[in-house]
């Protein structure tokens, strides 16, 4: 909330980073702030914040840990349960967003760059879990998810189990 009607500078400045931190609304008490605070949703995409962190958080556990069907903290810390379809599901958006110009190539790779350290982070206790932003050229899994949105062609209506049987250990 902002209750700081005659402070809308502040509230520009301090506001986005509600965004920054995953929310995909923040309340604001007056028209003038909502039409201010809606200049920020220009500045940050939270749903390709939440769609890559699905992506990364699930393909880094199919590649590196071999584990399918599972429970992978979102953007949120809250587990939800992801497969291949839910894969599928994200990483179309976001191909989506790219073949339509909502996005472009370099916003997804800026953005899975940044999201890589939220799944890193994530898995902190897991000691099976490595790293993937310590080698983002290198590392596998990394590579793969943004594959699977970068190169949408190589994957025949859709599917993801080229780019992931390839890949797994």
């Given amino acids: 909330m902002w209750a700081l009607p005659d402070m809308m500078a502040a509230m520009i400045e301090q506001k986005i980073s509600h965004l920054k931190a995953g929310a995909t609304c923040v309340w604001v008490p ?18 390709a914040d939440c769609n890559a962190q699905s992506i990364l958080g699930y393909v880094v556990r199919w590649i590196d840990l071999g584990i399918d069907c599972s429970k992978v903290p979102d953007i949120d810390n809250i587990g939800l349960m992801e497969d291949r379809v839910t894969l599928r599901i ?13 996005i472009t190539k370099q916003q997804v790779i800026q953005t899975f760059q940044r999201i890589v350290q939220v799944v890193d982070q994530q898995n902190v206790d897991n000691a099976e879990y490595r790293s993937m932003a310590t080698n983002l050229d290198q590392n596998i899994a990394f590579q793969a998810a943004l594959e699977l ?3 949408v062609d190589k994957n025949p209506n859709g599917y993801t189990e080229l780019i992931l049987h390839w890949r797994r250990r």
């Fill in 30 to 47: 007056s028209p003038t702030a909502a039409t201010l605070h809606a200049l920020h949703y220009h500045q940050v995409d939270v749903f």
């Fill in 90 to 102: 994200s990483y179309q958006l976001m191909t989506n967003w790219l073949r339509h110009k909502i």
């Fill in 149 to 151: 949105v970068l190169d």
